[in-house]
Structure formats: C-alpha cells, structure tokens
C-alpha cells in the first residue's frame, strides 16, 4: 500500500511518562534490540513526516536527535498521555497528526500506512486502532482542527484519551486479534520475552 498521495502528517511519539512499570526508568530510553525504544520508532516514521514530535518529560537532551520538535506536559507530575496529545496537537505543523507510544517497537510502516489511509477516509474525525474488542487509544491519528475541543475537554478535567476520541465520533481500523504488531513492552518482563523476535 502507498501513502504516496496521501497529505503530509505530523507523527507525535508519546514518551512522556513516569515509566512506572518500568520501575520508574524512562520508558523511551530502555534498551530493546540493542537500542532505545524511542530509535526504533524513530528509524520507523522518520521517512514519513517532515515533522516528527516526540513528548517527553525528561532527559531532552537525548530524544533530540530523534525528531524534529521536542513538547512537554505544561503540568507537573506526569498527567497522562493525553497531555502528550494534548501538546504535541499545539504543535503540530500539518493537518492531521498520527501518534505512537514509544512501546510498541513492532510497530511497521505497513500499519502506520493503512492508519493515515483509514483516516483519510473520515479527515475529520479522530481514528483509533482496534483489536481484541479493545480501543487502541494511543495508536491513532487525530484532525489538529480538533485541538480546541481536545483544550475544551482537558480543562472540564476529561483525561481519559479513548474516552474523549469516542466523544469526538472517532473511527476503527480493526486490527486481526493478538496482532504482534501492537505489542505493548511496557514491562522488563514483556521487553524480555519479545527479546529473541526480530522486529
């Protein structure tokens, strides 16, 4: 499948957390393959988007290399994903802005393909990932347009990003169940265990 035609698209990597399952570590720069989480997303969307953002809360200095802008939660003590979408929205540069969490490293540019090509689709409206019955609420692709009701929604208290993208008629890219590609290794355990699968 081709993105050729497709418009250009802010890329939005989340790794702005407090790393709790890691023990605390930040999450983007825990070694997996030889690397850090966040260069393998890199080396996956960086020939994808002229602007790549990552969100982040810590150690700036190295997850600068990695893209293009660097935004951070505007509160303290780590308020969730969605101030990362929340933040990278204020800054993206085009009109629709894909996002990842850095820990799915088995992600591929097939997947990230058919996201911007199912968004298309509806451009105005949020699109989400789903598989297994479930929301993928941190895998999507968000219209920037939508920013002030995402503003809107944040300061009325909403956290909850799937709950707020349903709010705001988002679409489903199903996804076959137990799709590998969608790997969460947001643990030592799950970062070990996917240790010997090539990605």
Same mark, same amino acid.
């Given at each position: 499948?081709?993105?050729?035609?497709?418009?250009?698209?802010?890329?939005?990597?989340?790794?702005?957390?407090?790393?709790?399952?890691?023990?605390?570590?930040?999450?983007?720069? /825990?070694?997996?393959?030889? *690397?850090? =989480? @966040? +260069?393998h997303?890199?080396?996956?969307?960086?020939?994808?988007? #002229?602007?790549?953002?990552?969100s982040?809360?810590?150690?700036?200095?190295?997850?600068?290399?990695?893209?293009?802008?660097?935004?951070?939660?505007?509160e303290?003590?780590?308020?969730?994903?969605?101030?990362?979408?929340?933040?990278?929205?204020?800054a993206?540069?085009?009109?629709?802005?894909?996002?990842?969490?850095?820990? /799915?490293?088995?992600?591929? *540019?097939? =997947? @990230? +393909?058919?996201?911007?090509?199912?968004?298309?689709?509806?451009? #105005?409206?949020?699109?989400?990932?789903?598989?297994?019955?479930?929301?993928?609420?941190?895998?999507?692709?968000?219209?920037?347009?939508?920013?002030?009701d995402?503003?809107?929604?944040?300061?009325?208290?909403?956290?909850?990003?799937?709950?707020?993208?349903?709010?705001?008629?988002?679409?489903?890219?199903?996804?076959?169940?137990?799709?590998?590609?969608?790997?969460? =290794?947001?643990?030592?355990?799950?970062?070990?265990?996917?240790?010997?699968?090539?990605?």
């Amino acid at each position: 499948m081709t993105s050729n035609h497709l418009p250009p698209c802010s890329i939005l990597l989340l790794a702005g957390g407090r790393g709790q399952r890691m023990g605390g570590q930040d999450k983007g720069l /825990v070694q997996w393959h030889g *690397e850090p =989480l @966040i +260069a393998h997303l890199h080396r996956k969307t960086r020939a994808l988007s #002229d602007d790549l953002i990552i969100s982040c809360n810590r150690n700036l200095e190295k997850y600068a290399p990695y893209a293009d802008q660097l935004v951070h939660d505007d509160e303290g003590d780590f308020p969730g994903p969605l101030a990362g979408i929340r933040a990278g929205l204020k800054a993206a540069r085009h009109s629709h802005m894909l996002v990842l969490p850095c820990d /799915v490293p088995r992600v591929d *540019e097939a =997947l @990230i +393909a058919s996201m911007r090509e199912a968004a298309s689709l509806h451009p #105005d409206k949020p699109l989400m990932l789903r598989h297994d019955d479930h929301w993928e609420p941190l895998l999507c692709v968000i219209p920037v347009a939508l920013r002030d009701d995402v503003e809107s929604a944040w300061q009325q208290g909403e956290r909850s990003p799937g709950r707020l993208m349903r709010q705001l008629g988002a679409t489903a890219l199903q996804c076959p169940d137990n799709d590998p590609r969608l790997a969460n =290794l947001n643990t030592p355990e799950l970062l070990s265990a996917h240790n010997t699968v090539s990605d």
